[in-house]
């Protein structure tokens, strides 16, 4: 039967009173005045109003949300805080928080802890000032409430927000109705529940769903009740919209009546086929309360094939969330009022953009990664006469051929529904069908997931258009969706009184917080929450922009256990009631490298890498990193560890994200921990920067300067590649080597001191170009290949020798336990396979294993009688009167021919030679009986490292006319070598 008034009896308010009463804080009673009449403000003589912001206000935010039904008594409580001369350990700033009611005032004088607990058992801890509102017992009706709160510092304003009104009435609801799709209930969906309760003008209803299954919402009509409609699950529900009727049809989930309370876990809520839950009013936003919000087909499900994320938020106007399971969806809680206690995974795209209070909750693997990760979608090659490229336009989107420089052709994608419904230049497939239609061009399909508008250029980390792509390419789709936690979006006017504290994150590809400049922050709260951000990641390098945090802005006791701060710049924001304190940071910096603010105080942080601290900043400690400060911060544990314990300070909040009491002595950032105070001394900082001299190419030396210190000594240099360090470079001199081809190097200095140790790193010296090309009428070596063999015969493939005047020579090495009569070589091309001129052999039939055991051949071919075009396959084989049972090949191509070989010396444990001229290649070979023999060439590398089986080694190189020295360690093993020389005539 349909309820009409008579509630649920008084046993779940007992119940529910009798919780708040048992293991809580006893809080004071607040009620409507006498003057109230039930009707919303009549019982104020005068309205209490904010006053107008002259200069800075507490935060203060309602932690329960409103217009709950009161019938005996109701916990209300509000989370305030406020910067009191650089802290807040007393009374989170305040001098006291006011509740007033229709009349009546309540002052409360110190904020407590309150438990809630979760739907799966979990409990938590929330700081705040807290009432017990109750009910007058003859009256009904709406009250409404102000909070106001009241800063310890004279010189700044209070705060009053409200009114938040509540339903004072006997019974829980005016309404009471069942539904269950199968019948047996009031209703039998949803919506006619809704539609009901509307014709009614329920204005504290209940639905319940006595029946599992799938339900749609479907629309009841517009109603705004005063208080909230409930509605809850007997059984396990899931409320989604069904498929639509066309694929890619834009959906929402509109009940049509707004305030609707959403209460507990027995109910999910999935937007499967649906991209946005509608609020009809701007006021009329809904209560998600221990429910499960999910997306039931996974973080990376494409809508139209592209990201789902097109409206501004999950839920229109935002919403209210306490204690809600979420995974799966983006842009969960952007523009919500409150965030509380709920727990997250598998999210994506904005967290909780604009949110303005977001406390108590728990964040693990929120990543945007799948969508901003390229996809090769279609390659794209031209035959025709010119240069071709593409080129990847915007306004639509559209992939244009070009040749030699000029426009031949153009495809735009159509990335509207009808394109979709049409599959009409909407898919990648569409593009590669146009592209084989046009002449000299073809294509080929990779992917066809992703909508085609996603088509980028190469590599990119943003999909932004780009022309003359060079071609034959291969192209990506590509989402430009970078995350963020909090993000302060571009408003019209400034946004003011945001809480944002006690969060745990873990396993974040995002930008922790991002407040920006247009227009700005304004009396707000950031304090005790602590980030993992995954490391390795294209995600790695965002920041933490406090830049638009104008005035009266706390940011303190936050763990960045893996994110960098860009701190507030002088003339940008900040001010002196703006707060920097007791954070742990990846590192410290100002946008642009400007002053930082200089009213705004930036005091006892951590930093774990800093080039030098900006000016201002006071008791910043430095040291560590992600795995040494914390005992586990990648799994969620951010207990200090390490130098934390050793840097101390007074901190300037009482307790921390899991409600622990900070000690007079505590370790920086979020959790609480007793920690040695610092010593006070400044640690080491470079008046003079380090600095790198020499040319930046391989082969070249450069010189590293320590620059100067002050306040420490010199502890430990460092070469890096990439801002990595190189194995072994930690000498004030490096020579760049082939690895360092096209990267940055810089050289890295660390000091020690009285007041810890400190490092600073000198500007980025690169890209560093290759070794310089060898003039170009004498012979440059082009590659090289090598190989080992077994039982007289050996094989390498894929010696290119491409260009013109080419010269290919190879060093053949053979081992046996028997002589070796003669050595051949080979080489394969595509027009056949062709021997090579042996221009040396050296082979022995001695019983003596010193003078047996090894023989070498020198083979070389010219241009002119290679077998047609490369990569070549060298074939050479030993004789011998047992099958040689070692054989080795190194082989070399080289252009700028001519030249002619010349052999120094054929056989002998140490060959030292001088050349008569520069551009003289030497090729040197060692074959040796065992595999401990180390041999070496002077002044040359060894292009070429053959170990096969008795340690047969081959292949070195050098090219200029200084002296040479082949030496073998084992004594009597062989060594040749091979000189090539006698260059081009000059040009």
């Known amino acids: 039967m349909v309820g009409f008034g008579f509630g649920s009896g008084f046993g779940n308010e007992f119940s529910r009173y009798a919780l708040f009463a048992s293991g809580q804080p006893v809080n004071q009673s607040l009620r409507p005045g006498n003057n109230w009449s039930g009707v919303p403000s009549s019982g104020f003589a005068s309205i209490p109003a904010d006053p107008t912001r002259t200069t800075a206000k507490p935060a203060c935010r309602l932690l329960t949300p409103p217009r709950e039904t009161v019938r005996i008594a109701n916990v209300i409580g509000v989370f305030a805080a406020a910067n009191n001369d650089g802290s807040l350990v007393e009374n989170l700033g305040l001098s006291h928080v006011k ?77 009471d109705v069942s539904v ?90 999935d937007f499967v086929e ?52 979420v995974s799966d969806v983006n842009d969960a809680f952007d523009k919500a009022i409150l965030v509380r206690g709920c727990r997250t995974s598998h999210t994506w795209a904005d967290l909780a953009q604009d949110v303005l209070c977001f406390i108590g909750n728990e964040i693990d693997d929120h990543s945007s990664a799948p969508y ?123 946004r003011e009184n945001v809480v944002f504290s006690f969060n745990s994150f873990t396993r974040i590809d995002a930008q922790n917080i991002f407040i920006q400049l247009a227009p700005g922050l304004n009396d707000s709260v950031f304090i005790g929450n602590a980030f993992y951000n995954n490391l390795g990641t294209l995600d790695e390098g965002l920041i933490t922009g406090l830049g638009g945090m104008f005035s009266h802005c706390i940011f303190a006791h936050n763990t960045l256990a893996t994110q960098r701060i860009l701190l507030p710049a002088e003339g940008q924001a900040g001010d002196a009631y703006t707060l920097i304190a007791n954070n742990v940071a990846r590192r410290f910096s100002v946008r642009n490298d400007d002053p930082l603010a200089s009213a705004v105080a930036v005091d006892n942080n951590h930093v774990q890498e800093q080039t030098g601290l900006p000016d201002g900043t006071v008791g910043t400690s430095i040291g560590g990193n992600a795995d040494t400060l914390f005992v586990d911060a990648v799994n969620g544990n951010f207990d200090p560890a390490g130098s934390l314990l050793s840097n101390g300070a007074a901190p300037v909040v009482s307790q921390d994200v899991s409600a622990a009491d900070f000690p007079q002595t505590a370790a920086k950032g979020a959790i609480a921990a007793t920690a040695t105070p610092g010593t006070g001394v400044s640690p080491p900082s ?12 391989v082969g070249q030396e450069l010189t590293g300067d320590d620059g100067v210190i002050a306040n420490g000594t010199v502890n430990d240099r460092q070469w890096l590649r990439e801002g990595r360090a190189i194995a072994g470079a930690i000498n004030p001199t490096y020579t760049l080597v082939p690895a360092d081809e096209g990267t940055i190097v810089a050289y890295a200095v660390e000091a020690s001191g009285p007041g ?12 560093v170009a290759p070794a310089s090309a060898p003039p170009v009428n004498g012979p440059v070596l082009v590659d090289s290949i090598s190989a080992g063999g077994s039982a007289g015969s050996v094989s390498a493939s894929g010696l290119s020798a491409t260009g013109s005047d080419r010269y290919v020579f190879a060093m053949v090495g053979a081992g046996t336990s028997d002589a070796v009569t003669d050595i051949s070589c080979s080489i394969t091309g595509t027009a056949g396979t062709v021997p090579m001129s042996r221009v040396f052999f050296r082979g022995t039939n001695s019983e003596s294993p010193a003078n047996a055991l090894e023989a070498f051949a020198g083979f070389v071919i010219d241009e002119a009688n290679l077998p047609g075009d490369g990569p070549y396959d060298l074939n050479a084989t030993a004789t011998g009167t047992n099958t040689p049972d070692k054989v080795g090949i190194a082989a070399g191509s080289i252009k700028n021919a001519p030249i002619a070989p010349v052999i120094v010396s054929e056989r002998s444990t140490i060959v030292t030679s001088t050349p008569a001229q520069n551009d003289t290649f030497v090729f040197a070979g060692l074959g040796s009986s065992t595999g401990s023999s180390a041999a070496e060439m002077t002044g040359a590398m060894q292009i070429e490292s053959l170990n096969y089986g008795d340690g047969l080694q081959l292949g070195w190189i050098k090219q200029n006319n200084e002296t040479f020295t082949v030496s073998n360690s084992v004594s009597g093993r062989s060594l040749s070598a091979l000189l090539l020389f006698a260059p081009a005539p000059a040009q």
């Not at 008046?687 to 790198?692: A, G, I, N, Q």
């Open 99 to 175: 509740f007033h009611c229709e009349g009546n005032t309540i002052r409360v004088d110190s904020p407590t802890f309150r438990t809630f607990e979760r739907p799966d058992g979990s409990s938590y801890q929330i700081l705040g000032w807290w009432v017990t509102l109750s009910r007058p017992s003859a009256k009904e009706g709406i009250a409404e409430v102000y909070v106001e709160a009241v800063p310890n510092d004279s010189t700044m304003q209070s705060r009053i927000v409200g009114p938040y009104s509540y339903v004072m009435a006997r019974n829980d609801f005016d309404y």
């Open 180 to 269: 269950a799709s199968s019948g047996g209930a009031d209703f039998v969906t949803i919506e006619a529940a809704l539609t009901h309760l509307r014709i009614q003008d329920a204005q504290h209803p209940r639905i319940r769903i006595v029946e599992a299954g799938e339900y749609e919402l479907g629309s009841g009509g517009g109603h705004t009740p005063a208080g909230w409609c409930r509605v809850e699950a007997l059984a396990p529900v899931t409320l989604r919209q069904l498929p639509p009727a066309l694929e890619g049809d834009f959906t929402r989930m509109r009940p049509g009546m707004d305030r609707l309370h959403f209460k507990g876990s027995q109910i999910t809520i």
């Open 274 to 325: 649906t991209l946005e839950f509608y609020t009809e009013q701007e006021d009329g936003q809904h209560w998600l309360d221990g429910v499960n919000i999910v997306q039931s087909r996974g973080r990376e499900d494409l809508w139209r094939l592209g990201p789902r994320n097109l409206v501004p938020s999950l839920f229109r106007n935002g919403a209210w969330f306490t204690d809600c399971q």
């Open 372 to 494: 901003y990760t390229n996809i090769d979608a279609m390659s794209i090659a031209y035959s025709g006469t010119g240069t071709p490229t593409v080129s990847i336009r915007n306004s639509p989107r559209t992939l244009v051929l070009r040749v030699d420089g000029t426009d031949s052709a153009s495809f735009e994608f159509d990335p509207s529904e009808q394109g979709f419904q049409a599959n009409s230049n909407y898919r990648i497939s569409s593009a590669v069908d146009w592209v084989n239609s046009q002449t000299d061009w073809s294509a080929t399909l990779i992917d066809n997931t992703r909508k085609g508008s996603a088509l980028s250029p190469p590599g990119t980390t943003n999909g932004n258009p780009a022309e003359d792509i060079a071609v034959p390419v291969t192209l990506p789709t590509h989402f430009d969706i970078h995350s963020d936690i909090y993000q302060l979006p571009i408003l019209q006017d400034f």
């Open 686 to 697: 470079w008046d003079v920067d380090p600095t790198v001299t020499g040319i930046a190419e």
């Open 756 to 767: 810890g140790f400190n490092f600073a790193i000198s500007p980025d010296v690169g890209p």
